[in-house]
């Protein structure tokens, strides 16, 4: 079974950054692609950022250019910087190991605990 931890989250100003990590029980890289998710009160939990075995990255529109996805083998996590930080990015963000088949993530069952991301006005 595999275990996700994320960290990183935390209280920001908008315009701030923040770098989100998620590290892995085990490495979980050479046979899953990986992704980040958020999820705002009230709302449906949202694909943000997904990269490949291959390192091939898809971005949500809306964080396109502001946030960055990527892998750190050495580390065993896959972390997510962002930047430029929004009000409306304010969400528990959640890491996922699944599989990517062309633009289309499909999320696998493991999930961790979510951090949360607040962003003030």
């Known amino acids: 079974q595999v275990q996700l931890v994320e960290s990183g989250g935390g209280l920001v100003q908008a315009g701030g950054s923040l770098r989100l990590s998620c590290a892995a029980s085990r490495n979980i890289f050479s046979i899953n692609d990986m992704a980040w998710y958020r999820q705002a009160p009230g709302k449906q939990r949202e694909l943000v950022a997904s990269?490949?075995?291959?390192?091939?990255?898809n971005y949500l529109d809306s964080v396109k250019g502001r946030f960055t996805i990527s892998i750190d083998n050495a580390e065993n996590t896959v972390d997510l910087q962002m930047n430029s930080l929004k009000p409306e990015d304010t969400a528990v963000y959640y890491c996922?190991?699944?599989?990517?088949?062309?633009?289309?993530?499909?999320?696998?069952?493991?999930w961790g605990q979510g951090t949360q991301v607040t962003v003030s006005s």
């Open positions: 996922n190991a699944g599989h990517q088949s062309g633009t289309f993530y499909y999320a696998g069952p493991y």
């Open positions: 990269i490949t075995r291959a390192g091939i990255t």
